[in-house]
């Protein structure tokens, strides 16, 4: 059983551009998360998602930053126009059912983006 | 106030000795919690959930004091392969999203 992908690992971009980081979960998980994680800090919530639905996007940045979960094929998060702010290590996680007492995350290899 | 907080480390100890990290948190709400590891540059993984009882697994013990809303995990006879980041994460019902604290570095030294 495949672990949670993440492609690409490494993105460089430069600033105004766009980038797509993919996420599979897990094989019979339905639940997704996206995590940013700055250097020297731990990881940041950014949003949670079912198939074809936005649960919760609280820790989204308002302005910029997309999320999906197509029906069929990976979660994608976008980031439009990104600044050098930007630059960070971004994780997908997946869960079989929603995350609650005892469930566990499983985690991505991250994704890491360079804005130059 | 940060909802999870942790010893901000470094912890350089020596092979064989045991090493405590402490993780405290602020919202009173939360049910479950756990303890990652994370390699430099690598993605966290559950190292343990951790239980109201205790629990332990091996050289590792963790903890909770829902009373104080604490955490700690316990590292008994350090080996070289323990050097990692350590998470506390604690998880509530009323969100869907797992908090995690900043992490404390531990290196194990020969």
């Known amino acids: 059983n495949a672990g949670v992908m993440q492609n690409p690992r490494h993105l460089v971009r430069r600033r105004g551009q766009e980038a797509r980081l993919r996420c599979s979960p897990m094989?019979?998980?339905?639940?997704v998360y996206w995590y940013r994680q700055l250097p020297e800090e731990g990881l940041k919530f950014m949003v949670y998602?079912?198939?074809?639905?936005?649960?919760?996007e609280s820790g989204m940045p308002k302005e910029r930053f997309s999320a999906e979960f197509p029906k069929e094929g990976p979660s994608i998060l976008r980031i439009q126009q990104v600044v050098r702010g930007d630059s960070a290590a971004y994780f997908c996680a997946s869960s079989p059912l929603g995350t609650g007492p005892g469930e566990t995350q499983y985690f991505g290899p991250g994704t890491r983006l360079l804005v130059l | 106030r940060k909802e999870v907080e942790q010893d901000p480390g470094p912890f350089n100890v020596p092979e064989g000795a045991t090493v405590a990290f402490n993780c405290t948190y602020s919202?009173?709400?939360?049910?479950?919690f756990f303890w990652y590891r994370q390699d430099c540059r690598k993605e966290p993984k559950l190292l343990m959930s951790?239980?109201?009882s205790g629990n332990e697994d091996g050289r590792f013990t963790a903890q909770l004091n829902r009373a104080s809303q604490y955490i700690s995990l316990l590292i008994r006879d350090s080996k070289l392969s323990d050097s990692a980041t350590y998470l506390c994460v604690v998880n509530s019902l009323m969100d869907n999203d797992m908090r995690f604290g900043a992490g404390t570095r531990l290196t194990v030294k020969p």
């Open positions: 094989k019979g998980h339905s639940h």
């Open positions: 919202n009173s709400a939360s049910q479950s």
């Open positions: 998602l079912q198939k074809e639905n936005i649960i919760d």
């Open positions: 951790v239980y109201s």
